[in-house]
Nanobody, 125 residues
Framework: QVQLVESGGGLVQDGGSLRLSCAAS????????MGWFRQAPGKEREFVVG????????YSSDSVQDRFTISRDNAKNTVYLQMNSLKPEDTAVYYC??????????????????WGQGTQVTVSS
């Protein structure tokens, strides 16, 4: 069992930055691929970016790759999402998730077995 707790969300203006954290406890964090998803009101949850247990990164889009940076600190059992140049369309609840498959970073939410409770990110125009 892995428990995930996100933090760092908040209200920011268009063009601003936020850094999300996801702290993991429980089973060995090192062996898990980690993903960040988001869900905007009235929309389905979507993959944003993920990092494998060996540090390979997979982005959902060029726009995300240009503005967001994912990293992990295995010593702290934490994965981070640095978000720069935020836009109003980035407004959503952001979730971190853990996948124990250790293959390529998955983009489908059903491939992830553990989820955090989410943190709200609101970007005002």
């Amino acid at each position: 069992q892995v428990q995930l707790v996100e933090s760092g969300g908040g209200l920011v203006q268009d063009g601003g930055s936020l850094r999300l954290s996801c702290a993991a406890s429980g089973r060995t964090f090192t062996w898990y691929n980690m993903g960040w998803f988001r869900q905007a009101p009235g929309k389905e949850r979507e993959f944003v970016v993920g990092i494998s247990w060996v540090g390979s990164i997979r982005y959902s889009s060029d726009s995300v790759q240009d503005r967001f940076t994912i990293s992990r600190d295995n010593a702290k059992n934490t994965v981070y999402l640095q978000m720069n140049s935020l836009k109003p369309e980035d407004t959503a609840v952001y979730y971190c998730a853990a996948d124990h498959s250790r293959g390529r970073v998955a983009v489908q939410s059903h491939d992830y077995v553990y989820w955090g409770q989410g943190t709200q990110v609101t970007v005002s125009s």
